[in-house]
């Protein structure tokens, strides 16, 4: 609900937002309620001064572990089909009697599993709850020093303060059951600031147009204090019971003190254009950060782009059908200090009881307070920079009503920060990140649109948008050429190595299931081989499967990726249509280890286990044949088994809309009403078996592994806009 007015010496805007969405997993939620005001004044004609302001509140129960064992989607692999959510009769379990109406759980028989319940958790934790206020805001001046000169200033912030609660409830139906119940409240604030001033310069010269901008700008983030304490201990699960004071232990308290980064950026940027036809424009940035030592913490950053139009020389005067016609290029720096930890320069000590305290007097009883390193600093650390080099142009043609715009890119990241691990012997202190890594991104961007007015009544439009890209990671550190990352209960399955795209998967190739006994016996020593397993390639032909026969055996990186708008307006109807694809990209689905083989737990299995895994009648199977053996040829590796192909095509949204006739609408005072539904994520066409291959979790040299991540919903949405 929005409300705005005004005249030509003042205006304001005001409005209101609230926001209530359920998730698709019980018990998750999160609503939002804002409030906006807007208003801007004119002092003398020379002057404007103005002011935004919006403020937020936040209320929300979250999915845990979103990604990992621990989100509820994992917890549901995790779990045997055949254990009831909720008791219907009475059973005689493990260490407890159930009844009806209690959950079922683990507990129940053995070789139950031991996973935990997923809805138990849930419904347990049904009033965990972050909150948070966050006040956004600013003010600025303009001021018109002459009829081409004017200068702004920008000064704005944000606070916010949070409150979170998380209850960890006793258990009774599982078959490891949490004795005690625990509790946390967490409390913290943050805020930053930003500064702004802008001088410019704008005017024309028969021919020639300068627009010209210099500036200075301050920033500070990161300022802020946290607060948790946990204790344990709780005799009821009631949650009018559930403070800090009521448990019985203190399990852990701490604070945390934000380390802040401050920012300084001085910048000048001109673009010139001679009759519209030749175009150039450089900017110069000067940056500095309190993230790197006083020897480093400035850098700076040119670039300059050009462009002719071809279409307003003379030689294009014939070509009718070409409407406009520009070729451009540029090249460019930019910084990057975001990879390094605010303390990153410094050499930083603490210590618990647990890893620095000591009984100095040989007490059995108490311990003398002691300190350890546990961060090297590295005062060396400079700005990351990322050069950028383009070459494209934009046509229209046919009266613009066929519109075309090309780019080819490449991007190098030099001085790329990184933290290489250290030997043992530098002890447990967090190495820090030093500039030694190189990376490298190439492709193509095109965007092909086009409109057309049938008659009055009738219109349409579409665009088609393509991006590519190739990544290369060029250099990591000096004797290193290649970290993992990522963790599973099998090791790591994505390698980030020098030569390769970033965060591929590597393993063993599987090339088959070994179908006999002779077949084992023919082929290359295999540690645990048998019918029916996993039979690996040897890559390097030496008639024995080790580590050196892994490969790259997966890439997460798609080919590319496109999109596709489509509008249709036909008299007081309208329609909006979006398409969003990939293609070319993988998928490591880490699920098929929890519900594919029989030793990965006692918990869910697959069709293809029960029904279409490997028996000698079935040889032609994919899936090893179910066998409790937990073994190199079986369950233990990241194998190429677990890849599929992630490439997808999804219907984002769909919007029909009506228009009321303002003939109609202004006998009511209304100058515009529009109603209309829409429709969000309606399908996806996909070959991954898993729930969503559109997928949102994990860092850069770690992602495109499925490990229970929460899909994309499906929505619908019925609205109405009203103006007067």
Not at 289 to 318: H, I
Not at 389 to 396: H, Q
Not at 537 to 555: A, C, H, K, Y
């Amino acid at each position: 609900l929005s409300l705005s007015g005004g005249n030509e010496n003042a205006k304001f805007y005001t409005g209101v937002n609230y926001f209530n969405q359920e998730g698709i997993v019980v018990t998750n939620f999160a609503k939002r309620f804002s409030a906006r005001v807007n208003s801007e004044f004119k002092i003398k004609n020379r002057v404007t001064v103005g002011q935004n302001l919006t403020i937020t509140g936040r209320t929300s129960n979250g999915v845990a572990g979103n990604g990992n064992e621990s989100s509820p989607l994992a917890r549901v692999y995790a779990q045997q089909p055949i254990i009831p959510a909720r008791m219907t009769t009475s059973v005689t379990g493990i260490s407890h009697n159930f009844v009806p109406g209690e959950y079922g759980g683990t507990g129940l028989a053995p070789r139950a599993g031991n996973g935990t319940q997923p809805l138990s958790e849930l419904e347990r934790n049904a009033e965990d709850r972050a909150q948070d206020v966050r006040v956004l805001g600013s003010i600025y001046m303009d001021v018109k020093i002459l009829d081409y000169l004017s200068f702004r200033s920008t000064f704005g912030g944000t606070y916010q303060n949070g409150y979170n609660t998380d209850w960890t409830g006793s258990t009774y139906e599982l078959a490891e059951n949490r004795a005690t119940a625990a509790y946390n409240e967490n409390a913290y604030y943050n805020s930053d600031w930003v500064w702004t001033n802008a001088l410019t310069f704008n005017k024309t010269f028969g021919s020639s147009k300068l627009l010209a901008v210099a500036g200075y700008e301050a920033v500070k983030y990161g300022v802020g204090r946290s607060l948790t304490a946990t204790r344990a201990g709780y005799f009821s699960d009631a949650p009018s019971f559930r403070t800090l004071n009521n448990g019985a232990a203190t399990q852990s308290v701490s604070s945390n003190y934000n380390t802040p980064t401050t920012l300084q950026a001085a910048f000048i940027r001109a673009d010139y254009s001679y009759a519209d036809k030749y175009l150039l424009s450089a900017t110069v940035r000067r940056d500095g950060s309190s993230r790197f030592g006083a020897d480093t913490r400035y850098g700076t950053f040119p670039s300059v782009s050009a462009g002719w139009r071809l279409s307003e020389e003379g030689f294009l005067a014939g070509l009718d059908f070409i409407s406009d016609l520009k070729v451009r290029g540029g090249y460019g720096t930019m910084g990057n200090q975001l990879a390094v930890s605010p303390v990153n320069q410094f050499y930083l000590y603490g210590g618990s009881v647990s890893d620095a305290n000591y009984a100095i007097g040989g007490s059995t009883s108490s311990s003398a307070q002691g300190f350890r390193p546990t961060r090297i600093g590295n005062p060396d650390a400079k700005w990351e920079t990322n050069i950028t080099t383009n070459v494209g142009f934009d046509a229209g043609l046919f009266d613009n009503k066929l519109q075309l715009s090309f780019d080819w890119y490449t991007k190098k990241t030099q001085d790329l920060l990184y933290n290489p691990p250290l030997p043992g012997t530098a002890g447990a202190a967090d190495q820090p990140y030093i500039n030694i890594a190189e990376m490298k991104n190439t492709g193509i961007d095109i965007q092909l649109g086009y409109k057309k007015i049938v008659n009055p009544d009738l219109s349409f439009d579409a665009t088609l948008t393509l991006t590519t890209y190739n990544n290369t990671i060029e250099k990591i550190a000096e004797g290193i050429d290649y970290f993992s990352d990522g963790g599973s209960r099998i090791g790591a399955f994505n390698r980030n190595q020098v030569g390769r795209a970033v965060s591929e998967f590597y393993g063993y190739n599987v090339i088959g299931l070994f179908q006999s006994a002779a077949d084992v016996a023919s082929s290359p020593v295999q540690d645990g081989a048998e019918e029916g397993f996993f039979k690996y390639q040897d890559l390097n032909g030496d008639n024995q499967i080790t580590p050196e026969d892994r490969v790259f055996i997966g890439n997460p990186n798609p080919d590319f990726t496109w999109g596709i708008n489509l509008g249709v307006n036909y008299k007081m109807f309208d329609v909006t249509a979006f398409f969003y694809g990939s293609q070319g990209n993988e998928i490591f689905n880490y699920n098929k280890w929890w519900l594919d083989f029989w030793p990965s737990f006692q918990n869910q299995k697959s069709n293809d286990l029960l029904y279409n895994s490997w028996t000698p009648e079935r040889t032609s199977a994919t899936t090893p044949k179910a066998s409790n053996k937990s073994n190199f040829s079986n369950n233990t590796q990241s194998v190429s088994y677990y890849v599929e192909d992630g490439s997808f095509m999804r219907l984002k949204n769909l919007q029909i809309g009506y228009n009321f006739p303002t003939s109609v609408i202004s006998k009511i005072g209304l100058t515009r009403t529009r109603v209309y539904v829409q429709g969000v994520n309606l399908f996806t066409v996909k070959k991954y078996s898993g729930l969503d291959p559109d997928l949102n979790t994990n860092a850069d040299t770690s992602f495109g592994v499925d490990a229970g991540a929460y899909p994309l919903v499906k929505q619908f949405i019925f609205g109405l806009n009203i103006g007067s």
